[in-house]
């Protein structure tokens, strides 16, 4: 008998996305025995002024990389939008499921076109913070983080009007019931890899790694290379509104790629395609939304 040990976060969502996986695995493979091992991050730990001032994006990954780089686990699984550009040499991205909802929602006590002037949407995305001031300036956007509970528990009587949050979240956890308004790509471009759960291994650990590639999409990979082409080749940080989406289709891939000032007033985006080279593609698009003057206003956000 098999046993597979996955290490994740220990928040509801990041259970169940690490529980699908499992249940995944274990339809592959019935006599499997999988182990969830709950981790906790720094990102779980550190106040969010904290998280931005250390290396935000290794922030819900690190120690979870850790465990499994000294084989306390064989596979470790992550919201792929948390993995870094830069991953340890030591490891890869051995499958990437099936794509969930791509999209953001709003979880709102009125639509969000009834929202009356003022009202307070909470995110703790500055990418989020942009569009939402793009689609409507007359709204306040509060910064709000925690889990996906806490955040939704602020509207109505914690002050908020709404939250936004990844749909993708929501229906994972049964909460797709509370959404209000789902923003398509042409109103709200998503974070590159948002809706894609990533399973990681070791290099080398062949026995882990064949496990894992059985549940891997080509269509979601292909997509998600796309994506993070296009972040890493833009240098993708926390501090600048960056947005992507790749739709494969026959295996050509169109992607749209947003850059936009944190204040939502200056929005670069632009889709391209359809290409076959995933990297390529991202890349190129990066090219030229800075030369457009998406660089400049990268570099005024981190400013």
């Not at 949050?165 to 590159?192: C, D, K, N, Q, W």
């Not at 080749?233 to 944190?262: F, H, N, Q, W």
């Amino acid at each position: 008998m098999d046993e597979i040990r996955i290490g994740t976060r220990g928040s509801r969502l990041a259970l169940a996305q690490a529980q699908m996986v499992a249940d995944m695995l274990k339809s592959h493979n019935p006599a499997t025995t999988v182990e969830l091992v709950s981790i906790r991050t720094a990102g779980d730990v550190m106040p969010p002024e904290r998280r931005r001032n250390a290396d935000g994006k290794t922030a819900f990954t690190k120690e979870i990389e850790e465990s499994l780089l000294r084989g306390d686990i064989d596979l470790a699984v992550h919201s792929a939008k948390d993995i870094p550009s830069e991953m340890d040499g030591r490891l890869l991205l051995a499958a990437t499921p099936p794509r969930g909802d791509h999209r953001d929602a709003l979880v709102s006590r009125l639509a969000f076109e009834e929202l009356p002037r003022g009202a307070r949407i909470g995110t703790s995305s500055v990418r989020r913070r942009a569009q939402l001031l793009r689609l409507r300036r007359d709204i306040e956007v509060v910064e709000v983080h925690g889990n996906v509970e806490t955040r939704i528990g602020k509207v109505g009587r914690g002050g908020l009007d709404g939250v936004v949050l990844a749909a993708a979240g929501l229906a994972r956890i049964g909460l797709e019931g509370s959404v209000t308004r789902y923003f398509e790509v042409g109103e709200m471009v998503p974070a590159p890899c948002q809706g894609i759960i990533a399973v990681e291994a070791r290099r080398g650990d062949s026995k882990s790694i064949s496990a894992a590639v059985k549940i891997d999409d080509a269509v979601t990979h292909k997509a998600l290379v796309c994506e993070r082409a296009f972040s890493s080749a833009l240098g993708g940080d926390c501090y600048v509104p960056i947005g992507a989406y790749a739709e494969v289709k026959g295996g050509r891939i169109e992607l749209t790629g947003l850059v936009a000032s944190p204040d939502g007033r200056e929005v670069h985006v632009r889709k391209m395609g359809p290409g076959e080279d995933p990297v390529e593609l991202g890349e190129r698009l990066a090219r030229a939304l800075i030369e457009e003057g998406a660089g400049r206003v990268m570099e005024a956000a981190r400013g």
